[in-house]
């Protein structure tokens, strides 16, 4: 039998793409055109929340950080943590928000590229 094999090779043309800073496989693009573009509810409900408590403390409504926590019931960390997200850039909110693009990194680092310059944003996070 060495001429002849009995193994079948099947060849699935899957790609590997990280979402939420995750390894994800996804199928070929024309099985799954729609899916792969769609937005993770954890970003929008994280980017909601932060803009939230913006406008709570923009309009009086509550005075400190820690007054949010306790009414949400989370930590003042966690609070002070989530509410940059209201601080990204409006071309970064736009893609995410509007167009539901969704982010190449985890929430957390979301965070922490709220603090860059606005210009560098959308690389960062749609790399």
Known sequence: MSGSSNTIRVVIPLSIRKRNGRPKILP???????????????VLRAVARAWKWR???ESGAVSTIQ????????SDRFVGRMIRMAY????????????RRP????????NAVAEWPWD????????
């Open 28 to 42: 070929p693009e024309d099985h799954c055109a729609r899916e792969s573009r769609a937005q993770d509810p954890h």
């Open 55 to 57: 406008r709570q403390l």
């Open 67 to 74: 007054d949010i926590a306790l009414a949400e019931n989370v």
């Open 88 to 99: 990204l850039a409006p071309s970064v909110l736009e893609a995410l928000v509007i167009a």
């Open 103 to 110: 982010p190449a990194i985890a929430i957390n680092d979301l």
């Open 120 to 127: 560098g944003q959308m690389q960062q996070v749609f790399e």
